[in-house]
């Protein structure tokens, strides 16, 4: 393992710090949280403006090491989130990229790079969130064609997604495990319907998708039929590895301004306090450190990250409840104002130990995989 960077990553970051300080102060205002066409518009203009720049392929092209440098340059300045490109840029991408063939390359990566086209993810099902491999969702062969019928639920962006990648059981006879094939599915093909779903913070950050005999061409299908659960792990192996590393570094920030804000409030003279915030700047930097130790392994091994993403995203999601809660202590009754950026993070923190794999899950792997512990079923 080697935390180091070398000489030309030192010269990439430098070129990145100053097209950011050139570019960001020229960028239109955010739009309302709520707003999901004008915030898709806006997360793809800036998705944009980095492809016209050259970084618009750091997530695929680049090295591990490059694209935490990017995460980490970016969020210190303050850049604008990757947004409604999340699924395309940080998992979808990084799988087709991996598992494609080059068609499908050509096709999808270009669109995803310049912020054109939208990805969702339709994994999960109303009986298969934690039990993935229990998925029923069924793509029946015709011709040159999957017909698609079921229900994918907690489908976030599939509000403005142009693209889902779609878990579908094409054997019914196999073991659960090998009988599931990855697609790709257009978002406006005939027989697909979506039904948002109102978060506790009021957006419509996600939805039900509804499919009823959808055709999905048999071209558009990722890796082999009866193979997508391999192709699934190279996913979620991406979606647990460093995709949240932009994320620690905010939560770095947003430390030390909840300790200015406490210093300047006098919330500061709390002993209590002062030790929590002292403890959360500990974890925080052992996180930052994980991800660095996670990016050189992903570096090592092929750019794939391994079961060190499992124990980042379990600490990680812990970690960033707390520091939310932390806020709402210094914020005294404020913390009741929906309208404030930190009490809205506060909501939005409860669903990151369930997203992406609750925690019990992350336990799993790691007592399985990690520890060698017998599986419990
Ligand atoms: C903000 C957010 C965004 C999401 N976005 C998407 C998306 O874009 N696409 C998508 O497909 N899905 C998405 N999800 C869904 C997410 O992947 C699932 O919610 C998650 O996998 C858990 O599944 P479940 O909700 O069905 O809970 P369940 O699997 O029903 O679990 C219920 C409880 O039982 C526990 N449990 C279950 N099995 C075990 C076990 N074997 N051992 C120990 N404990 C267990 C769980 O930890 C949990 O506490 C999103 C979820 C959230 C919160």
Redesign the pocket.
Known sequence: MDLAYTAAEEEFRARLRDWLAGTLPTLPPPPPAGDWPARRAHDSAWQRRLYDAGYGNVHLDASPTLRLIFLEETEKAGAPYVGANF?GLLHAGPTIAAEGTPEQRERWLGPILRGEEIW?????EPD?????ASLRTKAVRDGDAYVVTGQ?I????AEVADWCELLVRTDPGAPRHRGITWLAMRMDAPGVTVRPLRTLAGST??AEVFLDEVRVPAADRVGEENDGWRVTMVTLSFERGTAFAGEVVACRRTLTEVATRARANGCWDDPVLRRRLGRLHAEFTALWRLVQWNVSEAAATGGVPGTGGSVFKLRYSQARQELYDATAEVLGPGALDLSLPWTRERLSSL?YT????????QR?ILAERVLGLPK??
């Open positions: 699924v969702c993810q339709g994994f999960s298969a969130g934690s039990d993935l994918k907690w489908t976030s962006h950050e996600f669903s369930i997203a992406a794999g609750t925690s019990q899950i799993n419990g079923r």
